[in-house]
Structure formats: C-alpha cells, structure tokens
C-alpha cells in the first residue's frame, strides 16, 4: 500500500551549502525535486559566495533575534526592575 504525503508537509525549500576549499568558495543546492545546481564560478570570500547564491535563489535567513519579533516583554525603563 502506497503511502502519500499530505501537501502541508511536502518540502518545498532547497537545500544550500558553502564550501571552502583551496582558499577559494563554492554554493551547491539541492531541490526537492533532487535536481542540483553549483556555482559555476569560485569566490574569494564567503560574503561573494552568499551574493552569487542569492542570485540563483538562496535566501538567508535572518538572526533568531531579529526573527523574534516585537512580542518580547519590555525591560522597565525605570531602573527599578518594573515593579510600581
């Protein structure tokens, strides 16, 4: 019996690596289809390497806490620890 993926959980991102060898950078990814692309040039630094990638499609993901948002609790701007 054959066993089928609801589509909410079939993966839809790429997988993407960097990788340094010789001095010298490279990106790869992986599709969910399996189908794989590289960089079809070397980079200098990993800074040049993300910018290519992100030419072909890589989209970096931000720091935790600049992906936390606005509802972390506020520290008291009264020095007193908050309390009243």
């Known amino acids: 019996m ?8 079939v993966e839809r991102r790429s997988a993407w690596s960097f990788t340094v060898s010789g001095g010298k950078w490279t ?3 992986v599709r969910p289809d399996k189908s ?3 960089s079809q040039s070397t980079f200098d630094s990993l ?23 606005d509802d972390e609790p506020e520290e008291s701007e009264s020095g007193d620890g908050g309390t009243a």
């Open 27 to 29: 990106w790869r990814a």
């Open 36 to 38: 794989k692309s590289v």
């Open 2 to 9: 054959e066993t089928t993926t609801p589509q909410s959980f």
């Open 47 to 69: 800074s040049e390497c993300i910018e290519d990638a992100m030419r072909s499609g890589y989209v970096p993901l931000k720091p935790a806490v600049d992906r936390r948002g």
